[in-house]
């Protein structure tokens, strides 16, 4: 049974500093995605990443795919407060017909000023 | 091009009370899952239906079900409501079928809050 596994689950961030989230997931996967998720709001996907290797980048954030070790991670650069939010990672399950992901916990941000 | 669209937003029920939320899916896509998430924690998978079949159910209990119809909305029906019920539940719309055209885009929700 496929899981998946975030951290920290908390991250707290001075502005201009960089961080990273790890995501682990327990069985082979074929697509690995990254959403935000502010308060009362739904899921915004960030990127999908399909192979081995594959990098993702959108203005501070980068997200990278290493299947081998069933490892992506979600690289923060010189955070700034709007980046504030929940960030989930998950993981495509496939089962027969099936297709279903499974999320990690998530990552609360808070970026200080 | 409108997204999914859930219908209510929110809504507040009592316990043992039944639920239907909506959901009307990216056009072109014929494949609707949904997820519910409580406060605090990451979507669990509940249906997914593909051409209005059901093709995979999460570990929820049986007072949960939902359909898919021929233009390929979706409602989610929960019964006997209990307090573990309040969540958000999330739609999300793929193009579905083989060969993973399965690139999910989420709904804004339906925020239930059973009393």
């Known amino acids: 049974e496929l899981k998946v596994e975030q951290n920290p689950l908390f991250l707290s961030m001075q502005e201009g500093k960089n961080y990273t989230i790890y995501c682990n997931y327990s069985?082979?996967?074929?697509?690995l995605y990254w959403y935000r998720q502010d308060p009362g709001k739904s899921l915004e996907s960030l990127f999908v990443?399909?192979?081995?290797?594959a990098v993702k980048q959108e203005g501070r954030l980068m997200a990278s795919l290493d299947t081998k070790a069933r490892l992506s991670t979600l690289h923060i650069t010189a955070a700034v407060h709007d980046l504030s939010a929940t960030y989930f990672c998950?993981?495509?399950?496939?089962?027969?017909?099936?297709?279903?992901?499974?999320f990690g916990t998530g990552t609360l941000l808070a970026v200080q000023p | 091009d409108a997204g999914v669209t859930q219908s209510p937003t929110h809504l507040i029920k009592t316990r043992g009370q039944q639920v239907t939320l909506r959901c009307s899916p990216i056009?072109?896509?014929?494949?609707v899952s949904w997820y519910q998430q409580v406060l605090g924690q990451g979507p669990q998978f509940i249906f997914q239906?593909?051409?209005?079949?059901?093709?995979g159910r999460g570990n929820f209990p049986d007072r949960f079900s939902a359909r898919q119809f021929p233009n390929y909305s979706s409602e989610l029906n929960v019964n006997a409501l209990l307090l573990g019920d309040s969540a958000l539940y999330l739609c999300?719309?793929?193009?579905?079928?083989?060969?993973?055209?399965?690139?999910?885009?989420f709904g804004a929700g339906s925020r239930l809050t059973v009393l």
């Open positions: 999300a719309s793929s193009l579905g079928g083989v060969a993973g055209a399965n690139v999910l885009t």
């Open positions: 069985t082979t996967s074929d697509r």
């Open positions: 990443l399909l192979s081995n290797g």
């Open positions: 998950a993981a495509s399950s496939y089962g027969g017909a099936t297709n279903k992901l499974i």
């Open positions: 056009s072109g896509h014929k494949s």
């Open positions: 239906y593909y051409e209005k079949e059901e093709r």
